[in-house]
Nanobody
Framework: QVQLVESGGGLVQPGGSRRLSCVGS????????MGWYRQAPGKQRELVAA????????NYIDSVKGRFTISRDNAKNTVYLQMNSLKPEDTAVYYC?????????WGQGTQVTVSS
């Protein structure tokens, strides 16, 4: 079974930056488009950024466009999310997983809290 381990979260002030990483236990990254999801308290989990298998195309929800950048390093089984100009509404637990098809087992996620 594939295991996904997210890291890089923490407490950050509004306007600050954070870089999240997601490492897979086996190399699923060369086969699947990957995404970063987030779940805020009391809300549904949502896909915020996606990247194709080769990394040649990305997509974002409107609320993070221009602030977040998703990237990947397939040789390292790793997907990244660079988050800049963070806002309090970005506070959530962030997860990575496949974009399409049956999801891998969800990791524990990494908490990002944006607060002064």
């Amino acid at each position: 079974q594939v295991q996904l381990v997210e890291s890089g979260g923490g407490l950050v002030q509004p306007g600050g930056s954070r870089r999240l990483s997601c490492v897979g236990s086996v190399n699923i990254f060369t086969t699947y488009a990957m995404g970063w999801y987030r779940q805020a308290p009391g809300k549904q989990r949502e896909l915020v950024a996606a990247i194709t298998t080769s990394g040649d195309a990305t997509n974002y929800i409107d609320s993070v466009k221009g602030r977040f950048t998703i990237s990947r390093d397939n040789a390292k089984n790793t997907v990244y999310l660079q988050m800049n100009s963070l806002k309090p509404e970005d506070t959530a637990v962030y997860y990575c997983n496949k974009v399409w098809g049956t999801k891998a087992n969800w990791g524990q996620g990494t908490q990002v809290t944006v607060s002064s």
